[in-house]
């Protein structure tokens, strides 16, 4: 009899909750709304047992419509070569991406609800100026760009450099090292 009653308690228990990997959001109202389209309209991402986004490698030859969407947000193809990057996946949301990248914990991308593309860059990729202090424009090495359906952009991961001085900057370390790899292009 025991056994019965401990699976009922286990099953009435368990009703409530979100299956691992799922993001539970509010719906929209006046106070929530966002005040830009989205960029990308993206499907939820599947995960495993274990609770671990399962990552598919993006076809460079023949990525889906929402891949596409993502390298051309991101400039792959047309102001970077799709040789240098050096993995991309679709995440189920902002939180993870610190697994996959070293941020310091503090970056917006990490609060967002919803899936987020992330692309990670191996090589230079110049980021026009304009201002104080690099009226020249800076040249990131080994940045990230993410798309979700609200933000696109990207950040600085490796060294910064400032065309106009020459002056390079380190990232700062990462809240969380991070504990997993971003699957590399398929052909």
């Not at 609800?113 to 100026?129: C, E, H, R």
Request: hydrophobic share 35%.
């Amino acid at each position: 009899m025991k056994k019965p009653i401990a699976l009922f308690i286990l099953t009435t228990a368990l009703a409530g909750c979100v299956p691992a990997g799922a993001v539970v959001t509010e719906p929209p109202n006046s106070a929530t709304q966002p005040t830009n389209p989205p960029v990308a309209s993206l499907a939820p991402v599947a995960t495993n047992e274990f609770g671990a986004p399962s990552l598919s490698p993006v076809s460079a030859s023949h990525p889906g419509p929402e891949a596409a969407a993502a390298f051309a947000t991101c400039r792959i193809g047309e102001g970077i070569p799709m040789s240098e990057v050096a993995g991309m996946a679709k995440l189920p949301a902002g939180s993870d991406v610190t697994h996959y990248v070293a941020l310091t914990g503090r970056e917006r991308l990490l609060k967002k609800p919803g899936p987020v593309w992330l692309i990670q860059i191996n090589g230079d990729v110049p980021q026009p100026g304009g201002g104080s202090p690099s009226p020249g424009g800076e040249i990131w090495t080994d940045p990230i760009c993410f798309v979700t359906n609200e933000d696109s952009g990207y950040l600085g991961t490796g060294p910064i450099t400032n065309t106009t001085t020459g002056t390079t900057t380190q990232p700062q370390a990462p809240a969380v090292a991070p504990d997993r790899t971003l699957p590399p292009l398929a052909p």
